[in-house]
Protein backbone atom coordinates (compact mmCIF):
# COMPACT_ATOMS: atom_id res chain seq x y z
CA UNK A 1 0.00 0.00 0.00
CA UNK A 2 1.75 3.21 -1.03
CA UNK A 3 0.65 6.61 0.64
CA UNK A 4 2.16 10.26 1.24
CA UNK A 5 2.53 11.14 -2.59
CA UNK A 6 1.06 13.79 -3.99
CA UNK A 7 -0.67 13.75 -7.71
CA UNK A 8 1.43 16.79 -9.00
CA UNK A 9 4.51 14.76 -7.71
CA UNK A 10 3.25 11.68 -9.38
CA UNK A 11 2.62 13.25 -12.39
CA UNK A 12 5.70 14.85 -12.44
CA UNK A 13 7.74 11.58 -12.03
CA UNK A 14 5.75 9.94 -15.17
CA UNK A 15 6.56 12.86 -17.62
CA UNK A 16 10.28 12.97 -16.36
CA UNK A 17 10.08 8.88 -16.90
CA UNK A 18 8.46 8.94 -20.06
CA UNK A 19 11.03 11.47 -21.65
CA UNK A 20 14.30 8.80 -20.80
CA UNK A 21 15.35 10.62 -17.65
CA UNK A 22 15.70 8.97 -14.50
CA UNK A 23 13.47 10.07 -11.77
CA UNK A 24 12.95 9.39 -8.08
CA UNK A 25 9.62 9.40 -6.12
CA UNK A 26 9.69 8.42 -2.62
CA UNK A 27 6.58 7.42 -0.90
CA UNK A 28 5.12 5.42 2.55
CA UNK A 29 4.71 1.81 1.92
CA UNK A 30 3.71 -1.16 3.96
CA UNK A 31 4.26 -4.73 2.83
CA UNK A 32 3.81 -7.37 4.99
CA UNK A 33 7.01 -9.02 3.13
CA UNK A 34 9.57 -6.43 4.55
CA UNK A 35 8.61 -5.74 7.95
CA UNK A 36 9.89 -2.86 9.43
CA UNK A 37 10.61 -1.04 5.68
CA UNK A 38 8.11 1.87 5.79
CA UNK A 39 9.05 4.19 2.89
CA UNK A 40 10.10 2.62 -0.57
CA UNK A 41 11.82 5.14 -3.77
CA UNK A 42 10.52 4.34 -7.37
CA UNK A 43 13.93 4.82 -9.37
CA UNK A 44 11.69 5.55 -13.28
CA UNK A 45 13.19 6.00 -16.80
CA UNK A 46 11.69 4.49 -19.64
CA UNK A 47 15.19 4.14 -21.65
CA UNK A 48 16.25 0.50 -20.77
CA UNK A 49 19.99 1.39 -21.63
CA UNK A 50 20.36 4.52 -19.31
CA UNK A 51 18.44 2.33 -15.75
CA UNK A 52 20.20 -0.75 -16.61
CA UNK A 53 23.69 1.56 -16.17
CA UNK A 54 21.98 3.71 -13.35
CA UNK A 55 22.03 0.69 -11.55
CA UNK A 56 25.37 -0.74 -12.17
CA UNK A 57 26.33 2.78 -10.79
CA UNK A 58 25.19 2.43 -7.93
CA UNK A 59 25.94 -1.56 -7.16
CA UNK A 60 22.13 -2.41 -7.94
CA UNK A 61 21.59 -5.83 -9.79
CA UNK A 62 19.38 -4.53 -13.23
CA UNK A 63 17.66 -8.01 -13.04
CA UNK A 64 15.36 -6.53 -10.33
CA UNK A 65 13.96 -3.60 -12.84
CA UNK A 66 10.27 -3.45 -13.24
CA UNK A 67 9.79 -3.55 -16.50
CA UNK A 68 5.83 -2.21 -16.45
CA UNK A 69 5.06 -0.12 -19.32
CA UNK A 70 4.71 2.68 -19.77
CA UNK A 71 6.98 3.55 -16.90
CA UNK A 72 9.62 1.02 -16.05
CA UNK A 73 11.58 1.48 -12.63
CA UNK A 74 13.62 -0.09 -9.96
CA UNK A 75 12.78 -0.65 -5.98
CA UNK A 76 15.10 1.05 -3.58
CA UNK A 77 14.39 0.30 0.22
CA UNK A 78 16.26 -0.03 3.21
CA UNK A 79 19.59 0.83 3.72
CA UNK A 80 20.52 1.27 0.29
CA UNK A 81 17.88 3.65 -0.34
CA UNK A 82 18.93 5.87 2.05
CA UNK A 83 22.57 5.99 0.31
CA UNK A 84 20.94 5.97 -3.39
CA UNK A 85 19.20 9.18 -2.18
CA UNK A 86 22.32 10.87 -0.66
CA UNK A 87 24.50 10.31 -3.29
CA UNK A 88 22.12 11.58 -5.36
CA UNK A 89 21.76 14.52 -3.40
CA UNK A 90 18.04 14.44 -2.47
CA UNK A 91 18.15 16.00 0.69
CA UNK A 92 14.25 16.74 0.08
CA UNK A 93 13.23 13.35 -0.40
CA UNK A 94 15.71 11.95 2.77
CA UNK A 95 13.93 14.64 5.05
CA UNK A 96 10.33 14.93 4.01
CA UNK A 97 10.23 10.86 4.52
CA UNK A 98 12.76 11.07 7.37
CA UNK A 99 15.36 8.82 6.14
CA UNK A 100 18.49 10.85 7.95
Not at 6 to 13: D, T, V
Not at 20 to 39: K, N, S, V
Not at 74 to 93: A, M, N, Y
Request: proline residues 5%.
Amino acid sequence: MAFGVHREELEAWKKTVSQGEIAYLTHYWLDARFPGITTVTKVGCSDHDKIVTWCLEHGLDPQYIHNRSPFPHFDLIGPKQREVLIEEKLWDQLQRFRLI
